[in-house]
C-alpha cells in the first residue's frame, strides 16, 4: 500500500482490524503498524495465523456447500464484514459452481471498500455496500443491496469473523434475530466467531487490550455463547466445530486447538 494523501495517511496511524487479518493470511494490503500489531499477536497466540487460514478455508467450504451441495442451491449471497478482498473471494468461489449466484460485500472500512471495488469494476451480480453491521436495518433497506437480493427467496448471510467486533452493549444477538427474521425459509447463517475456550485469562486479557488500539476492538465468546447466535435455525451437520473441522475431506489427525467456532445455520421450510 502507498501513502499518498492525508486520508491514508492517517489510516495508516493506527492498526486496522482487516488489515492485521490480511498480514495473517499472508496478503500485501497492510501497513507497518498492522504488522506490528500482527506479530504482537502472534507472540501471545502463535497459531493466530493457521486460525486465520483454516477460517478463510471454511469460508469457501461453506460457499461451494451452499451454492453447490443444498436443495435448493443458493443463488443469492450476502457477505457482511467481507473485509480486504484475499484470496478466496466468495463470488469468485461461488461463480465456479455457479457463475449466476448474485453477491453483496457489505463493509464500513474505507480500506475495504475502496479496494473491494476497484476489484469488482467490470463484475456482474457483485457489489460492494458501504453499511455497518451494527445497523442491520439498513442494510435489509439499501437500495444496492436490494438491487440484487430478493429477501422473498433463500438467501445466505455471511457473518465470518465480524461478530466477534461487535461488543454486548451494541446487543449482537439483536443485530443476528433482526438478519434471520428478514432471511425467507430455505435461507441459510453462516458463521465463525473467536473464542477465549481455549486462550488463558491472561491472553484474552492481553489480546482484547490490542484490539482496543486498532481500529475494530473485540470480544471472545465461549461456545455456547456463540451457539446462540443460530437460535431458531437448524445446524447443518457436523454443527458448531472448530472451523478446521466443518465439512472439511482434508482433516489433519490431530487439529489444531480451537480458536475459531464455525457452524451454518439452516432457516427451515417448516
Not at 82 to 97: E, F, R
Not at 218 to 225: D, P, V, Y
Not at 228 to 242: A, C, S, T
Amino acid at each position: 500500500m502507498s501513502v499518498s494523501d492525508p486520508v491514508a495517511t492517517a489510516r495508516a496511524e493506527r492498526p486496522n482490524a482487516a488489515r492485521i487479518y490480511d498480514y495473517l493470511l499472508g496478503g500485501k494490503d497492510n501497513y507497518d503498524v498492522d504488522r506490528v500489531a500482527a506479530e504482537k499477536l502472534l507472540e501471545m497466540v502463535p497459531d493466530a495465523s493457521v486460525a486465520c487460514y483454516d477460517n478463510r478455508q471454511f469460508l469457501g467450504r461453506a460457499v461451494r456447500y451452499l451454492v453447490g451441495g443444498t436443495q435448493p442451491p443458493v443463488r443469492q449471497v450476502i457477505d457482511i464484514g467481507s473485509g480486504l478482498p484475499t484470496l478466496g473471494q466468495v463470488h469468485s468461489v461461488a461463480h465456479l459452481v455457479a457463475p449466476d449466484t448474485k453477491v453483496v460485500y457489505v463493509d464500513y472500512d474505507p480500506d475495504v471498500l475502496e479496494h473491494s471495488r476497484r476489484l469488482l469494476a467490470g463484475e456482474s451480480n457483485v457489489v460492494a455496500v458501504d453499511r455497518d453491521l451494527r445497523q442491520p436495518e439498513k442494510i435489509l433497506q439499501d437500495s444496492r443491496v436490494l438491487s440484487l437480493i430478493d429477501f422473498r427467496r433463500p438467501v445466505a448471510v455471511l457473518l465470518v469473523a465480524v461478530l466477534h467486533f461487535i461488543k454486548d452493549g451494541d446487543y449482537p444477538y439483536a443485530i443476528v434475530e433482526d438478519l434471520k427474521e428478514a432471511m425467507a425459509p430455505g435461507s441459510y447463517l453462516v458463521l465463525s466467531h473467536v473464542t477465549g475456550d481455549n486462550l488463558t485469562s491472561d491472553i484474552t486479557t492481553s489480546v482484547g487490550k490490542l484490539y482496543e488500539g486498532t481500529t475494530a476492538p473485540g470480544t471472545t465468546r465461549t461456545r455456547s455463547e456463540i451457539l446462540r447466535f443460530f437460535d431458531g435455525l437448524e445446524l447443518v451437520p457436523p454443527g458448531l466445530v472448530n472451523v478446521s473441522e466443518w465439512r472439511n475431506d482434508f482433516m489433519p489427525e490431530q487439529p489444531g486447538r480451537t480458536i475459531f467456532y464455525a457452524g451454518v445455520g439452516l432457516k427451515s421450510l417448516r
